[in-house]
């Protein structure tokens, strides 16, 4: 059975620093680019980071960019999302997302963690 299950959302001031965790199980993880996408409330999911198979390779949305790192560990099944000097419009639920990196795969998504920035 396929899982993507997030962690480590939560409340945190401005300028504090969350680290979220997405565990995976019930596929092959390093064939899979994996990404973070995050939804706002009244607003369209938007992709936030994204990591190669390896790890090699990142990209990130330019509102996050310089601010937030994403990662893997891929004997572990794991990508993270290190956050930091976060801001009240990085509020969202944040969703870790699996792109097959082959021909006949699909997507996979898990259920989202919220982070919320408030003082």
């Known amino acids: 059975q396929v899982q993507l299950v997030e962690s480590g959302g939560g409340l945190v001031q401005p300028g504090g620093s969350l680290r979220l965790s997405c565990a995976a199980s019930g596929f092959d993880f390093g064939r899979y680019a994996m990404r973070w996408h995050r939804q706002a409330p009244g607003k369209e999911r938007e992709l936030v980071a994204h990591?190669?198979?390896?790890?090699?390779?990142?990209s990130y949305a330019e509102s996050v960019k310089g601010r937030f790192t994403i990662s893997r560990d891929n004997a572990k099944n794991t990508v993270f999302l290190q956050m930091n000097s976060l801001k009240r419009e990085d509020t969202a639920v944040y969703y870790c997302?699996?792109?097959?990196?082959?021909?006949?795969?699909?997507?996979?998504w898990g259920k989202g963690t919220l982070v919320t920035v408030s003082s």
């Open positions: 997302n699996a792109e097959p990196t082959f021909l006949g795969g699909r997507d996979y």
């Open positions: 990591i190669t198979t390896g790890g090699g390779g990142t």
